[in-house]
């Protein structure tokens, strides 16, 4: 199964998801070692216990997605890029929601 078997929208909808989840993973990492503390206290403290954060940290997950969708548009996997691009559509939605829908 080449690049092209990969091309089609759920391919790319859980690229998107995965690349989101590693954008947070190493925010939280890097603000963990910067800060002394833990994943666990930034997932638990930063961007559970406080409303302030959560929609920075998640606007930053949806700019770690453009990578993956830059590379799929340059191979022309059309389908794909479209699914890394409705993840990031819906993640800004929910941005709106904690911005102004609490």
Not at 41 to 54: A, I
Request: net charge neutral; aromatic share 12%; hydrophobic share 50%.
């Amino acid at each position: 199964m080449g690049s092209k078997g990969l091309d089609n929208l759920p391919a790319g909808a859980l690229a998107g998801i995965a690349s989101a989840l590693l954008g947070y993973l190493l925010l939280g990492v890097i603000w963990g070692w910067t800060q002394d503390a833990s994943l666990a206290y930034f997932h638990r403290e930063v961007f559970l216990g406080s409303p302030l954060y959560k929609d920075r940290i998640i606007s930053l997950c949806v700019l770690s997605i453009v990578p993956t969708f830059h590379l799929a548009y340059r191979r022309e996997m059309d389908r794909f890029a479209r699914g890394t691009m409705l993840v990031m559509v819906v993640m800004v939605i929910g941005i709106v929601f904690l911005q102004y829908g609490e």
